[in-house]
């Protein structure tokens, strides 16, 4: 089993950042895919980001290009998602997620995604 532990939520105002940190612990993998989902009241989970282990292969929803930055540690088994120029409808709880391997083809579907986190509260308001 793995363990994800997302951290680093809050509350901000439109135009404000957050970084939130994943730590993963447990049976970790050799090598294994991060990615954040996200999940707004009333709504699917929806993809946000995802990075592969190298980092050398990085995906973004289009809703958050140029605004978040996702990396990663792997000496920290940790990665992050810098979220700059925030906006009240990326308010949502946001999931931490990994998976073995490559980043899946289908990588904005949940279920290309094995662990997940339990999830951190970001609010924007206007």
């Known amino acids: 089993q793995v363990q994800l532990v997302e951290s680093g939520g809050g509350l901000v105002q439109a135009g404000g950042s957050l970084r939130l940190s994943c730590a993963a612990s447990?049976?970790?993998?050799?090598?294994?895919?991060m990615g954040w989902f996200r999940q707004a009241p009333g709504n699917e989970r929806e993809f946000v980001a995802a990075?592969?282990?190298?980092?050398?292969?990085?995906y973004y929803a289009d809703s958050v290009k140029g605004r978040f930055t996702i990396s990663r540690d792997n000496t920290k088994n940790t990665v992050y998602l810098q979220m700059n120029s925030l906006k009240p409808e990326d308010t949502a709880v946001y999931y931490c997620?990994?998976?073995?391997?490559?980043?899946?083809?289908?990588?904005?579907?949940?279920?290309?995604?094995?662990?997940w986190g339990q999830g951190t509260q970001v609010t924007v308001s206007s």
């Open positions: 990075i592969s282990w190298s980092g050398g292969l990085i």
């Open positions: 447990g049976s970790i993998f050799s090598s294994y895919a």
């Open positions: 997620t990994v998976r073995r391997g490559n980043i899946g083809g289908n990588y904005y579907a949940t279920y290309e995604w094995t662990y």
